[in-house]
């Protein structure tokens, strides 16, 4: 699951052009913070020694090593899924341009600009339940919140779509 802050601000028409119709920050939810994953490694530890020094102390040598396996293997588990919950993306409307700043895991960003009025908003469904947001313009296709859930990517979708309705009822949109 992850998590969607989304906020839309319906603005007059004469705001200055800085001002947003939608912002959502998008960001993968993580439920164990640094010092979860600190208890659940450690408990993991220390339950796997115990059991690793009882198997050591009736020949069995071997397990020790094994159940320390499992706790590395934890750890490695557990700092990819925090290197990956890093990721987030940005999606702003003003009043000339939808702008999408994405930014990976690694730290890779991507700013991508989009003209609002020509811009057509769809969510994909796919036989298995899952979903994807595509935002489209001039040739432009963009994948946005495929970190979300299903039913979080169908509420961006509605919320962004609705905002793009919003923002071309306005006068001065069709000046474009």
Known sequence: MAQADATTSHLPPG???????FDAALH?????GPRG?????????????AFGILFWALGAWPVFGFLGLDVVL???????????GEA?????????T???HHVTARGAEQRIELQPYWLRVAVEEHPSGDCQVVLTSHGTKVVVGSFLSP???R????ALQRALNDWRQAPWSHDQ
């Open 28 to 32: 993968p939810h993580r439920s164990l």
């Open 88 to 96: 987030r993306e940005t999606i702003r409307l003003g009043r000339e």
């Open 151 to 153: 039913d979080e990517r």
């Open 98 to 100: 939808l702008v999408i």
């Open 155 to 158: 509420d961006l979708g509605a």
């Open 74 to 84: 934890l750890y490695l588990c557990l700092r990819a899924s925090t290197r990956a």
């Open 37 to 49: 994953r600190f208890w659940l490694i450690a408990g993991v530890g220390a339950a796997s020694s």
């Open 15 to 21: 705001g200055p052009s800085g001002r947003l119709w």
